[in-house]
């Protein structure tokens, strides 16, 4: 089956510097990937969708200078957190849409980011 | 993307079949219903999905009412592992919105 993995899996970091999170479909082409985020006892909130070689489109409310989107092949898309703050503390899922297929979606484990 | 409705909890017992209901009564004729479940910090693991065919597969059933504004997904022998949070979600094209989920809880 298709296999999402995201790197690294946990990461801590001092506040004010920046994180980056890749998301990798291991055994298929992805067109499209979409970044969530996830507090504490709540559900997945989508942040953004990006298209390989196009800019990612962002959710309401959601800051894209903050969270830098690079979706810049068929198989990987970066997350990259800058001027990480405690509030930014949150798990991050990754998931990736087969190209061509019927919009299925696949899930990465998720990344726990952790702003001391 | 439609919203879905699903009970914020159910319990069932260890050995028997877990029926988890969502309601998607905005569903358009293009949007497929998809079940995804979360075990405690990891990613969503896909289920099901189906159209408007009931549906089964080594993991579970989808029932979908003939008007497709609802759905019941069926875990046929609940175990502990079946523990988690599920998610009904429908979709069209492009994103997944994820509402509140049913806690699942199997109790032995």
């Known amino acids: 089956g298709a296999v999402v993995s995201q790197h690294p899996s946990w990461v801590i970091c001092k506040s004010g510097t920046s994180v980056k999170i890749e998301c990798r479909s291991l055994d298929f082409q992805a067109t499209t990937m979409f970044w969530y985020r996830q507090f504490p006892k709540q559900s997945l909130m989508l942040m953004a969708t990006s298209n390989e070689g196009s800019k990612a489109t962002y959710e309401q409310g959601v800051e894209k200078d903050k969270f830098l989107i690079n979706h810049a092949s068929l198989t990987l898309s970066t997350l990259t957190v800058t001027s990480a703050h405690p509030e930014d503390s949150s798990f991050y899922i990754c998931?990736?849409?087969?190209?061509?297929?019927?919009?299925?979606?696949?899930f990465g484990p998720g990344t726990r980011l952790t702003v001391l | 993307d439609a919203k879905t409705t699903q009970p914020p909890s159910m319990d069932c017992a260890e050995g028997r079949a877990a029926n988890l209901p969502c309601n998607h009564s905005t569903i358009s004729g293009n949007e497929y219903v998809y079940w995804y479940r979360q075990i405690h910090s990891q990613g969503p693991q896909y289920i099901i999905h189906?159209?408007?065919n009931n549906e089964t597969n080594e993991m579970a059933s989808l029932i979908i009412t003939e008007d497709r504004k609802s759905s019941t997904l069926i875990l046929p022998h609940a175990t502990l592992r079946d523990t988690a949070v599920y998610y009904c979600i429908v979709r069209g094209t492009g994103k997944s919105t994820f509402g509140d989920g049913t806690t699942l809880t199997v109790k032995p």
């Open positions: 189906g159209l408007k």
């Open positions: 998931s990736a849409g087969i190209a061509g297929g019927l919009n299925e979606q696949f």
